[in-house]
C-alpha cells in the first residue's frame, strides 16, 4: 500500500464509508498523516526492540545529500533531508557514504567522543570519514569535498514519504496502524465540529 | 403538465370547484409563478426553518436521494473540464450572474513536477470561523494539493494566491417564468402564447408541488379555508 492510500483508508475508516467534502474537512489528510506518523513510528520503535535486524525495509534512500563548511565551526555538515523516527542508538540512520561506493560507508561518531578520539593514535592513521548527529544536521569533522554530495540511508518518518511511495509496516502490524490510530482520532470523532461562528466554543 | 396553460387550467379547476366564481387571474398566476418556483427549488435545497438547534438537517436536501438529485440536476453548471473553468486572479473568484448554491469545487495540481500524475484536489470551503485558523496551521496551512475557500460578496476567496483555475460545480437561479397572454377586448377572452412564454423550469413531478404552493397562496388571498386544506394536504402527503 502507497502513502496516498493508507491515508485514504484511515479517512474511509474515519468517514464510515464514504468521504464526503464536508468529511474531507473534518479527518483532514494532513491531519491524519500525523497521526499515522505517531502510530508508524511506534510501531517501528516496537518492532526494532524486538529485533533490530529488520529494518531494511523501512528506510529511504537519499542519493545526493550536499554538504557545505561550518566556518564559525571549522567542519563540513549537511542538514537531514528527513525527520527521523527515533530509534536507539541513532539506528536510524543506516548508512551515510559516498554517492557511488557502497561498499564503504563513514564512521558514525558520538556527538561527545570527539576529545576521547581526537587523543588516540588511531585518527592519525584512519582518514575514513567520520560524521556526528547534532539535531537536524550532521557534522563531517575530517571529509573533503571529493565526497560531494554524500549518500544517506535513513529510516524518515510517515510524512517524509512521497504521496506514491510504497509504506511497509512491521509484520503483522498492519491491523495494529489502524487500532493505535482510531485511538488517538477518538476526541476527534466524539466532539462535534463547532461551525457557528457565534463566538461561543462550545457546541450549541 | 409542464406547460403554463395546462398548469393555470389545473389551478382554475381546483381554485373554481365550487363554483362561486373564485378566480385566479393571470396577473395573479404571473406574480405567484415564480414565487412558487424558488420557495420549491428552496424546499430541494433544504429548509433551514426545519433545522434544530445543533442539528442542521432537514426533511429533504440537496442530493439526498436520486428523486432530489433528478429534480435538481437541471440546474447544476459545471465550469471545468471540457469547459471553462473558474478563473481565479489574485485569490479571487466571481461568482457567475446566475450563481445560487455551491455543489462541488475541485482543482488539479501536478506535485512533484508531474512525475506522480494530476492530483486531483477536493477545495474545501471554510467560514470564517475556520478561516485564519486554517492560514495560520502548522499542520495543514493551504496548499496547492489542499486548497480552501471562502465565500465573499459575489466572490469566492480562494488560497493559496498560486492557483489560477478551479472546477467549479453550482446551481444556477430557476428561470423566471412567465405566462403571456392576451385578453379579448370585447369577448375577455384569453389567449395564451406559448411561443413566447417562459416555462417553468421544472419536472413534471415537480409541478405537481409547484401547483400545491400557488393553490395555498390563492387560497390565502381568498379566504378558503376549504382551499386552503385541500392545499396543505397536497403539499403534506405530496399528492
Not at chain 1, 511511495?165 to 502490524?173: C, F, S, V
Not at chain 2, 470561523?129 to 492560514?135: H, S
Amino acid at each position: 500500500m502507497n502513502k496516498a492510500q493508507l491515508i485514504e483508508l484511515v479517512q474511509i475508516n474515519c468517514s464510515g464509508g464514504r468521504v464526503s467534502k464536508d468529511v474531507h474537512g473534518k479527518y483532514h489528510p494532513l491531519v491524519l498523516e500525523r497521526y499515522i506518523e505517531l502510530a508508524y513510528s511506534s510501531l517501528l520503535v516496537g518492532s526494532y526492540e524486538k529485533n533490530p535486524k529488520n529494518i531494511d525495509l523501512y528506510q529511504k534512500v537519499y542519493p545526493s545529500v550536499s554538504f557545505t563548511f561550518d566556518k564559525t565551526r571549522g567542519m563540513h555538515y549537511s542538514e537531514l533531508p528527513a525527520k527521523l523516527v527515533e530509534l536507539p542508538n541513532q539506528a536510524a540512520i543506516v548508512h551515510v557514504g559516498p554517492q557511488k561506493d557502497h561498499n564503504y560507508g563513514f564512521a558514525p561518531v558520538s556527538s561527545g567522543s570527539g576529545p576521547i578520539f581526537g587523543e588516540l593514535e588511531v585518527n592519525l592513521i584512519d582518514d575514513v570519514p567520520e560524521y556526528i548527529v547534532e539535531g537536524t544536521n550532521i557534522y563531517y569533522p575530517n571529509i573533503t569535498d571529493d565526497y560531494n554530495p554524500v549518500l544517506m540511508k535513513l529510516i524518515p518518518v510517515f510524512s517524509a514519504f512521497g504521496r506514491l511511495d510504497t509504506i511497509y509496516m512491521p509484520k503483522g502490524q498492519d491491523t495494529a496502524l489502524f487500532g493505535i490510530v482510531n485511538q488517538l482520532m477518538q476526541s476527534l470523532k466524539i466532539t462535534p465540529e463547532d461551525l457557528n461562528n457565534d463566538n461561543n466554543s462550545k457546541q450549541v | 403538465m409542464n406547460d403554463l396553460l395546462v398548469l393555470y387550467n389545473y389551478i382554475e379547476y381546483i381554485v373554481n370547484k365550487a363554483q362561486r366564481g373564485l378566480k385566479l387571474g393571470p396577473k395573479q398566476y404571473n406574480l405567484l409563478l415564480p414565487i412558487a418556483s424558488f420557495e420549491h427549488f428552496k424546499k430541494k435545497y433544504n429548509l433551514p426553518e426545519q433545522f434544530q438547534p445543533g442539528m442542521p438537517f432537514s426533511q429533504e436536501a440537496y442530493e439526498i436521494v436520486q428523486s432530489n438529485i433528478d429534480s435538481m440536476s437541471r440546474f447544476k453548471v459545471f465550469m471545468g473540464g471540457d469547459d471553462i473553468p473558474l478563473a481565479v486572479v489574485n485569490g479571487k473568484a466571481t461568482l457567475p450572474a446566475d450563481y445560487m448554491h455551491v455543489s462541488n469545487i475541485g482543482s488539479f495540481s501536478y506535485p512533484e513536477g508531474g512525475s506522480q500524475g494530476v492530483h486531483v484536489n477536493p477545495v474545501e470551503i471554510l467560514n470564517d470561523n475556520l478561516w485564519y485558523n486554517r492560514l495560520g496551521s502548522s499542520i495543514n496551512p493551504p496548499s496547492i494539493e489542499y486548497p480552501v475557500v471562502r465565500f465573499m460578496n459575489n466572490y469566492m476567496e480562494v488560497l493559496p494566491i498560486d492557483i489560477k483555475t478551479i472546477d467549479f460545480t453550482y446551481l444556477r437561479k430557476p428561470n423566471t417564468p412567465n405566462f403571456v397572454y392576451t385578453v379579448d377586448p370585447t369577448t375577455f377572452e384569453l389567449t395564451y402564447n406559448q411561443a413566447a412564454s417562459t416555462q417553468l423550469d421544472w419536472d413534471e413531478i415537480d409541478v405537481i408541488d409547484i401547483a400545491s404552493i400557488i393553490l395555498s397562496k390563492v387560497a390565502e388571498n381568498l379566504r378558503s379555508q376549504e382551499l386552503l386544506a385541500y392545499a396543505e394536504k397536497i403539499k403534506r402527503d405530496g399528492i
